[in-house]
C-alpha cells in the first residue's frame, strides 16, 4: 500500500536470495549431480545458512570439544571460522571439491578427503577431538554411510552433524548412539539440527 501511494511500481513479490539460493543448488544437484556441479562451483562455495550453523555451534560450546577438530566436506571454512572467532586456532578442513574457497578463507591449507577415501581408509592414523561435518553427509550414499562412519570414529570420540534435513540419522547404524540434539529455527520455521554421536 505504502508502495503504491508513493506512485512506485509494485513489482511480482519478492522471493527472498536465500530461497532462490538453495532451489538453485537443489536444481544443479538434480541437473548435474552432486560431485560435478561442486567441481564446478567448489572453489566459490558459500552457505546461504551460515548464521544457523553459528548459533548451533555457539549455543553447544560447552558441549562439544573444539579444541582440535576436522571441519569434514569443510565447504569454505563454515564450520572452522565460527570456531575462529570463539577462540579455537586448532582446525582442519577436508574437502576434495572447495580447497579453494577453504584456503581463500582460512588462509590455511585445506585436506582433500572425499567419502571414498574416507572408507578406504586414507584417514588412518589422524586423531581429533571431534569431527564435524556441516550440511554434508546427507550426500553420502546410504549403503556408504556405516563404513564411512566406523573409518571417522576410528579418528574421533565425538562425530557432530548440523543439518537441514532429518537425514542422515546415525543412530540407526550398529554401534552409533546420539548423545544430544539441538536445533535452531530458520526464518520460515524449519528446522536446522546438530547432533552429536559417540560410539555405544
Ligand atoms: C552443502 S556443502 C557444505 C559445506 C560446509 N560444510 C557448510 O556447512 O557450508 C556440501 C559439501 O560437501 C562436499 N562434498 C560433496 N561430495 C563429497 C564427497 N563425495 N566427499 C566429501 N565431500 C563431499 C562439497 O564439496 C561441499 O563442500
Do not use: W
Amino acid at each position: 500500500m505504502e508502495k503504491e501511494r508513493r506512485g512506485e511500481q509494485l513489482g511480482p513479490p519478492e522471493v527472498p536470495k536465500k530461497r532462490v539460493q538453495l532451489k538453485a543448488i537443489r536444481n544443479s544437484y538434480a541437473d548435474m549431480g552432486v560431485e560435478a556441479f561442486y567441481k564446478s562451483q567448489g572453489s566459490v562455495y558459500t552457505n546461504p545458512h551460515f548464521p544457523y550453523i553459528s548459533t548451533l555451534l555457539r549455543n553447544n560450546e560447552s558441549r562439544i570439544d573444539y579444541s582440535n577438530i576436522l571441519d569434514f566436506c569443510c565447504g569454505s571454512g563454515e564450520v572452522s571460522q565460527v570456531l575462529l572467532e570463539l577462540g579455537y586456532e586448532y582446525s582442519e578442513g577436508s574437502d576434495p571439491f572447495t580447497q579453494k574457497a577453504y584456503v581463500a578463507a582460512m588462509n590455511k591449507a585445506c585436506l582433500g578427503y572425499s567419502f571414498q577415501d574416507v572408507i578406504k581408509g586414507k584417514m588412518d592414523g589422524r586423531r581429533y577431538s571431534s569431527i564435524i561435518c556441516s550440511f554434508a553427509m546427507h550426500l553420502c550414499p546410504e549403503k556408504k554411510l556405516y563404513p564411512l562412519i566406523q573409518q571417522l570414529f576410528n579418528c574421533t570420540d565425538q562425530l557432530v552433524l548440523l543439518t537441514p534435513h532429518k537425514r542422515p540419522k546415525l543412530d540407526v547404524v550398529d554401534g552409533v548412539v546420539l548423545e544430544f540434539e539441538d536445533f535452531t529455527l530458520t526464518e520460515r520455521g524449519k528446522k536446522v539440527r546438530l547432533r552429536s554421536y559417540r560410539r555405544s
